[in-house]
């Protein structure tokens, strides 16, 4: 009742705040579309789902999972929304959701963590922990600060990792901390957080062939994510600023500023060995100072640790870092801000390594035609091999060009393209490097010339891209072409920042036209979306991967987890939803099932698109 009363409240008011601008009158009327308790975006404690609708299995295996993405989209959305009402209780609102059910509270035995051994790996050199003890000077605290990536906010598998405990089971009440297991996304089967061996085999899903498994906790953070968030929090801080409402927000801006400190984990090797020209699991040495760091953010990184008295805890940094995941805004504003200032001793020094290291690595990145390409690793094949000739040839500070830097699935989607070209278009806007202004200037060239538009003014724009070559001879081509809601609203967004640093009155046709597409032409009642076909309901079927030869366990319902189970077979309760005789009429031999799907970071972009208009250019 609290949240449909603060909704019901937030919707009352901001329908007064109605600015002279139509771009920012779209976005009011978005906002109120999103927070509208009826349209099902956010769960009964505030937490904002994946997609409002529940059978969406891509990044998350279900549609009322999240993920710390929108977490940070929610609160990007909120600094908006004070951009334009002057009202920034929300984001403080939004900011407290990340606290309360995304940075564990569960982080046992974290006072027994050595800094000098961060993390054993079987026949592997592992390097010292070179930040703890100043992150621990400056906070007073042994724990990690920063989001865990996964959330089964209703807790449908049931494990009950709410905040703070572990495996109360399928009664407990609100958000679950899950982990994805291994494989890829239809193989995989979701493992709790925390393990104490309730449910799954005799050592609960640690599967250990010797039966002699560890009760533990494990977290594994995006990074993007949480750089997302800190990048809000520094625009808040401008407009806060400008509107004189700073120590409404000051609190919250302190805890962004905590958040960027404790994210520089994300710029180490993930067994902080020396970064660069790094050959040999055991040859390759351990580094016991800050040579581990790449001073990129990475692709992940993970924590955890034993669950029993005086037992262990550990850290882990990443060996890869992704085009995509780059943000120039956050080590901008966490180097100039005052108000987002970092604590510890040399935070202020790493990210501005950081800032001009990314830059460097757009530069490197960026192919031919002005697409970015790929990331670099420190490991090559995830193992520290030796990698062929002519990728030392084209090295990074020593690191290797990968194709692949994540899962094979983000390399070819268009929106990580328009995600980190937006950050470097911001950081154009803010300071004028010419840098920034030759890397943004390229891509908006390529990708306005990718764009088009039909007789409505209705858009098309790349789907799927890939690359061939290496550095500094790497070519992109566009292999399909869509309408991808959240694609359109970020390229729109990009193109604005660009054209009002730039003054290019083109691009920013361009940005209007994908903007008045998206109004025109895929309004509903929840947002603006797509219908879209899901041919891949057909891996509902598909068998899961079984780390371990003969293992079996059950899961909280009972399902049972063994050789020859399918995705769906562990999750029965997907029987349950009112649209499932679509998908079930599909696996018989029907019709490929279409929904009109609203994934809420997709809607949340929109709205901040349409309100960035407003704020460049008073329309």
């Given at each position: 009742m609290k949240l449909i009363a603060l909704l019901a409240l937030s919707i009352i008011l901001f329908a007064s705040f109605s600015r002279a601008g139509e771009y920012g009158d779209r976005f009011l009327t978005q906002y109120n579309k999103i927070m509208d308790p009826d349209n099902h975006y956010f769960s009964k404690e505030g937490v904002p789902y994946h997609t409002s609708e529940t059978l969406v299995v891509e990044s998350t295996d279900y549609g009322h999972e999240t993920d710390s993405e929108a977490f940070s989209y929610n609160v990007y959305l909120k600094a908006v929304y004070g951009a334009i009402t002057g009202d920034f209780e929300p984001f403080n609102n939004a900011w407290d959701m990340i606290e309360e059910f995304m940075i564990p509270k569960l982080q046992t035995n974290s006072d027994r963590y050595?800094?000098?051994?961060?993390?054993?790996a079987s026949g592997i050199?592992?390097?010292?922990?070179?930040?703890?003890?100043?992150?621990?000077?400056?906070?007073?605290?042994?724990?990690?600060?920063?989001?865990?990536?996964?959330?089964?906010?209703?807790?449908?598998?049931?494990?009950?990792?709410?905040?703070?405990?572990?495996?109360?089971?399928?009664?407990?009440?609100?958000?679950?901390?899950?982990?994805?297991?291994?494989?890829?996304?239809?193989?995989?089967?979701?493992?709790?957080?925390?393990?104490?061996?309730?449910?799954g085999a005799s050592d609960g899903f640690q599967f250990s062939s010797t039966g002699q498994g560890t009760k533990s906790y494990q977290y594994g953070a995006g990074p993007d994510a949480d750089a997302r968030a800190v990048?809000?929090?520094?625009?808040?801080?401008?407009?806060?600023?400008?509107?004189?409402?700073?120590?409404?927000i000051a609190e919250t801006l302190s805890k962004a500023a905590k958040l960027g400190d404790f994210l520089r984990y994300t710029f180490f090797d993930q067994h902080f060995k020396q970064v660069g020209n790094c050959i040999g699991k055991e040859e390759c040495p351990g580094s016991i100072d800050k040579?581990?760091?790449?001073?990129?953010?990475?692709?992940?990184?993970?924590?955890?640790?034993?669950?029993?008295?005086?037992?262990?805890?550990?850290?882990?940094?990443?060996?890869?870092?992704?085009?995509?995941?780059?943000?120039?805004?956050?080590?901008?504003?966490?180097?100039?801000?005052p108000n987002i200032r970092p604590k510890a001793s040399t935070a202020i020094e790493d990210w501005t390594v950081s800032l001009d290291r990314q830059l460097e690595l757009y530069e490197y990145l960026q192919t031919s035609q002005g697409a970015f390409a790929a990331g670099i690793t420190n490991s090559w094949n995830k193992n520290y091999e030796d990698p062929p000739q002519e990728y030392k040839?084209?090295?990074?500070?020593?690191?290797?060009?990968?194709?692949?830097?994540?899962?094979?699935?983000?390399?070819?989607?268009?929106?990580?393209?328009?995600?980190?070209?937006?950050?470097?278009a911001q950081y154009y806007y803010l300071t004028g490097s010419e840098r920034a202004g030759a890397i943004i200037s390229k891509w908006a060239n390529w990708v306005v010339n990718e764009i088009s538009f039909d007789e409505t003014g209705d858009y098309t724009l790349p789907s799927n891209i890939k690359w061939e070559g290496l550095p500094p001879n790497t070519v992109v081509s566009v292999t399909s072409y869509g309408q991808s809601i959240g694609s359109a609203s970020a390229t729109a967004r990009t193109l604005s920042y660009y054209a009002a640093a730039s003054g290019n009155a083109a691009v920013k046709e361009v940005a209007k036209k994908l903007l008045d597409g998206l109004w025109n032409h895929h309004?509903?009642?929840?947002?603006?979306?797509?219908?879209?076909?899901?041919?891949?309901?057909?891996?509902?079927?598909?068998?899961?991967?079984?780390?371990?030869?003969?293992?079996?366990?059950?899961y909280p319902n009972g399902d049972i987890i063994e050789e020859n189970a399918t995705f769906l077979g562990v999750r029965s309760w997907f029987k349950n939803d009112p649209d499932w005789g679509t998908i079930q009429d599909y696996l018989d031999g029907g019709a490929i099932p279409a929904f009109t799907v609203h994934r809420f970071w997709e809607q949340a972009d929109v709205a901040i698109s349409f309100a960035v208009f407003e704020l460049l250019f008073g329309e």
């Open positions: 050595n800094p000098e051994n961060p993390g054993t050199t592992v390097g010292q922990d070179p930040i703890f003890n100043e992150l621990k000077a400056a906070y007073e605290t042994d724990e990690i600060y920063i989001m865990h990536w996964l959330s089964d906010v209703d807790n449908v598998y049931g494990f009950g990792n709410v905040q703070g405990e572990c495996l109360l089971g399928p009664d407990a009440d609100g958000p679950s901390l899950i982990n994805l297991g291994q494989g890829s996304l239809w193989e995989s089967f979701n493992v709790p957080t925390c393990d104490n061996f309730k449910y990048q809000a929090a520094f625009w808040a801080s401008q407009w806060a600023g400008e509107k004189g409402n700073l120590p409404v040579s581990s760091s790449h001073y990129l953010i990475s692709w992940g990184i993970s924590w955890g640790g034993s669950l029993s008295e005086n037992g262990y805890a550990w850290r882990l940094g990443n060996s890869v870092a992704y085009y995509g995941y780059q943000n120039l805004i956050t080590a901008h504003g966490l180097i100039n801000d040839d084209s090295a990074f500070h020593g690191m290797w060009f990968n194709y692949q830097p994540g899962y094979a699935d983000a390399n070819p989607w268009f929106g990580f393209q328009a995600w980190t070209a937006d950050r470097v309004i509903t009642d929840r947002g603006i979306s797509l219908v879209e076909s899901f041919s891949s309901y057909t891996n509902f079927n598909h068998q899961l991967y079984i780390p371990l030869a003969g293992w079996r366990g059950v």
